[in-house]
């Protein structure tokens, strides 16, 4: 048998009409080599402040950290066990990254279709030269190849971060993280600035939320004993998130219905989770949802964007949750209502230009009905790039699609990668501005937008959008 | 700097892949010249009753009335006052009409992509000759343009209706509306009816219910003590406005929950606003829901197609509310329920082919999910043209690709340009016919329905249902 | 005039674009001949256990017995009575088959653009050898050329069966039904298996519930006195159906709440039945919520594959359902919350790979958000294939489209052509064949798959991936 050669297509993510094809190249032609603007992601500081810092192997790099990969293996059968993800009690797991990956290869038919597929297939041809498809036979050698690269200097985080031509990247910190990372890079000139994201300590239900309070204290150099102890330390921490760059604050909420409480109300729960009581799911939203509106306040004053991410129900599935812990796949998506649910927050502080409030959603049936009739009214809103599950292919075209006709593009906030997986971030803001285009190529052959503006729109897209958004 | 030639695209809305692209033509070419059938629409009967009407200037036509483009100049930071929307209040706004077309055109690239661009464009170059795309620098040029049209005879609004080829159109007035203006078209010759729309009297907690009523009472001469006198009262209109060849009836509910109420209770409902109680939002919708099962009784009886459109939260942003008043872009969409919401009235009159009721929703998950289903069973039911933001290519595109397959086309309604800017009725129109013809271009060349049907069915989309559902 | 001759379009359901249309077809040809897998219908077991059973005359076949026929006509103000349905009461409709056909021919217009167009299309042409278009002027010939051919031997139930190449197909049965036709299948050594469909006496408040449990009792040989005897009555029967090769249940459920009751609770409300108190709605779901867990429990035991319909509001016209009966056009489509309702279900038994459950939804704006990401982590589940409404070309690409990024197409479980009408069978698996290998080409020719893995995905998706649901 011969083995059958792996290459990339040139002209991946392009609609096959021979004259869409043609000015979708052209529009990608222009935006292909712009710098990466990365505003939002998660990638770890540790990697790229350590100047030595490296990837150890394959399944280190690509499989155990990935829940877009191990998902979809879980979901087939693998137990993710085998494939090396730690448990939270230590019970012991495949500890051999050969073996993981072969077991990785021999499923890899499974992301046939999917943007995880896609991504990979990007990363193992153009970063580690890989020419033969992943199966049982090839993950030995394809193994080798990588390690082979990964030992190399060039392969190191840094000099990969270079490589990749980011022109700046944000990573999403917890308000008490050490900023130590941060400020080694800001000093050796690695433009990599952290987020704020104080979903810690504001969800009082959080698992560790006494631990991030305590660390939140320990760096603010704030006593929390109330609410207006906890606002002042977060106040503090967003100042120093901003001396070291950061433009962006990010929260998490499974509804976007966002009330105020009276502040007794508020400060009430603040003490029952203070004495060590355990509030409810729904004391924790209402909480939270009390705080986002002090952190609308705070964002108007500093100028930090506000990202909100909404509708994703975590830890579906209590063995995998209980066993491996947070971000293990088993986070679902739900169905939300903006228009009611964000009526408070976007009446206060809508009107706003100067305030900047970024929108992800996991429900698309929002898109058209919801996210862009208020886009297309809000000054301060701006609509986040398609998120998760939606990071591909068609999910950006439905994007594109049902935002742009109400909201039109200048009030959409660019692309962001999300991303855990370091060597996918190209790959990713590839696949963005190649559907981008074709999406435009598209567009314009149908007559309806005009041919002259394509570059202008093509570049806004792939890399205005995103500074303009997050005030890179 | 060569100043770029703006031109139209023969084939707009229509696919590039040419086989479709030939088809589409072929079907198009037969409906282009078709009259135009309005059955729903805001134009003001003043307008096109005074033949010696004019329009004063490109600002008061193109920008003030639509709250399409001034919503979207308004997401990106520009205020209304600057685009010479009234204030409640009459603090002073932009008024000179040459700086508001500056600021609309320095703008104009916000418009990309969008509906409301398209038919800008449309109407620019069409029907005011203009050849340049609008622009800081070409504003003033432009404005001159349309201004000396403006100013000739043939671009009065009587001359603009007739030069448009319309055949029938259908304005929107209030139930205690003067159908003076209708009645004087009607002597003229001017196919130009009213469409009774009582939403301001039905709908308890209206801003100006009191003032609504007062003007039923003095049109109708019944004095409405209570519920039965207000029927009687509404009866009359329907009678009066049927005179002046009126076919149907307009209401707008935020949700299709529509059930009766009790006798005694929709009485007392009625009483507390009679004696100058407040009601409530949710007494407003159970007075008004209980009303529309009388409003059906009524169309059943007089044969007048009932329209419901569903959906909108309007008056999302308080501010601009108070500020500026209703219909000022602030208008919302929600998620609905036709399936359980409508039961009642289907169940007690969906059975009656000779009711016609036609339905409109912004909330799309329903088209293929509820509302085709509902269509493709009751005789009454009618769908509405996709309505207000998806007034739109691909918003048309997403209509006919989802109620098609289970409601067929012959339980469609056809299209209504449901606009207050009387220019923009051919090019609404014109987007309508190019992107169906387009779609049953695509259907045919895949196979899905037999090419000699087409110019038929072109025809019925275009033209034929629009008059079948609204009985014209 | 000149009659105009009917024909198939060999391309039907592929994509004009010349690339893909190829390579459609180049895959559709690997996968054209296939046998046909039938592991979900409602095809009447009588039918075909009795070899010389025949087709009595076209309207028996094709109008009376199919609902999707009769509601389109319906919609456009045909009675029911017309059409030959027959009525509860025994009140007379049309008799004369001929007459019958006539109305159903003189509207055949309505279906143009819709699947079941496209289905009578082709069995009338292929299976029929009509060459005509149905129409007043066309019926009488066309039904004589198809009662000439029912007439012959080679029309016989039998005979289509083994023509149309089905490999095994499975009817849908209650719990109490007489399983005697199947047995004697078996020992004739046709493919022809029952499913175990208990609905009948886990909705308390069926129509029928009293006599579908005396039937269970006698089939069971258990006398049903409690929960305990209910339970251990249907166990006897899945065994008794697995002897006869049952490989599946099949469950209906408004919504996909699924929670457990205390054990009393669950006891009290089928005492209540047992005792002639006519359970609510409400009681009725959640005693068959409760009764579905337990049906997982049993799946898991025997290794039945557990299908689960949800979102069709049964019935929605009444007048309907009290003169026609069940399943007579108006049953509607609700949204539903897969993701909280089924929590509970797949957290007991979701992480078990040999527990199969394929799920069916009516509400697609769950495939993106809900049922991939549930199908891409649980092991147990796979996503049934697009159900009722969207058993059509845009329904598959609309599901192929959502599902596919996030579950991969080995969390799908194929295609079942879920019908009455025996004739349909080959058309409706050509129609997911074809749309299947277009999705596949155009996916491949926009450089997403590898073109060298479509023809096994597209086998997989044809043929083997409802073989490994159901474990055929």
Same mark, same amino acid.
């Given at each position: ?28 032609? +222009? ?118 690269? *990964?030992?190399?200097? +060039? ?19 917890? $308000? ?57 330390? *977060?106040?503090?921490?967003?100042? =120093?998130?901003?001396?070291?760059? $950061? =433009?962006? =604050? ?45 952190? $609308? ?64 959603? *996991? ?48 009030? *959409? ?42 570059? +202008? ?16």
């Amino acid at each position: 048998m011969t083995a059958r050669r792996w290459t990339l297509d040139d002209d991946r993510c392009f609609s096959p009409e021979p004259r869409v094809r043609d000015r979708a190249r052209a529009l990608y032609a +222009e935006v292909r080599d712009l710098p990466l603007v990365c505003p939002h992601g998660h990638v770890a500081p540790a990697l790229l402040a350590d100047p030595d810092a490296r990837f150890p192997n394959p399944a280190d790099l690509l499989i155990k950290p990935d829940h877009y990969v191990f998902r979809m293996l879980y979901s087939q059968g693998v137990p993710m066990e085998a494939l090396g993800v730690p448990t939270r009690d230590g019970t012991e797991v495949e500890s051999d990254p050969r073996a993981i990956w072969r077991t990785f290869c021999a499923h890899f038919h499974l992301f046939r279709g999917t943007p995880t597929g896609l991504w990979l297939k990007a990363e193992l041809i153009e970063l580690f030269g890989v020419e033969e498809v992943p199966s049982e036979a090839t993950a030995d050698r394809i193994y080798d190849r990588i390690q082979e690269r *990964l030992d190399a200097p +060039e392969f190191r985080p840094r000099a990969l971060f270079e490589r990749f031509g980011i022109e700046t990247l944000a990573t999403t910190d917890q $308000a008490g993280d050490d900023l130590a990372p941060h400020a080694a890079m800001r000093e050796a000139g690695l433009p990599v600035v952290p987020t704020f994201r104080p979903d810690g300590v504001l969800h009082l239900a959080s698992e560790d939320w006494r631990a991030q309070l305590d660390a939140l204290e320990a760096r603010s150099d704030v006593q929390i004993t109330g609410l207006d102890a906890l606002f002042e330390a *977060l106040a503090r921490r967003r100042a =120093t998130f901003r001396e070291l760059g $950061a =433009t962006a =604050t990010d929260h998490a909420s499974l509804t976007p219905e966002i009330e105020p409480l009276p502040t007794h109300e508020a400060e009430a729960l603040l003490q029952k989770a203070l004495s060590g009581g355990a509030p409810t799911p729904e004391e924790d939203h209402r909480f939270h949802a009390h705080a986002l509106l002090r952190m $609308a306040e705070m964002a108007r004053e500093d100028g930090m964007t506000m990202q909100i991410h909404v509708g994703s129900f975590r830890n579906h599935h209590r063995r995998i949750h209980r066993r491996f812990g947070l971000d293990k796949g088993a986070d679902m998506p739900i169905a939300v209502d903006w228009t009611r649910g964000l009526r408070t927050l976007l009446n206060e502080h809508g009107h706003d230009p100067d305030f900047r409030l970024v929108l992800f959603t *996991l429900d698309e049936a929002t898109y058209a009905r919801e996210l862009a009739p208020l886009a297309g009214h809000y000054p301060a809103l701006r609509l986040g790039a398609p998120w998760w599950f939606f990071d591909s292919v068609l999910g950006m075209d439905r994007y594109l699609d049902r935002v742009t006709e109400t909201a039109g593009i200048y009030n *959409l906030a660019g692309f962001n990668d999300d991303t855990r997986a370091f060597p996918s971030i190209p790959t990713r803001h590839d696949v963005w501005r190649r559907t981008a285009c074709d999406w435009l190529a598209r567009t314009i052959e149908r007559g309806l937008i005009d041919a002259e503006d394509g570059p +202008e729109m093509a570049r806004w897209l792939a890399y205005d959008a995103a500074k303009a958004a997050y005030r890179v």
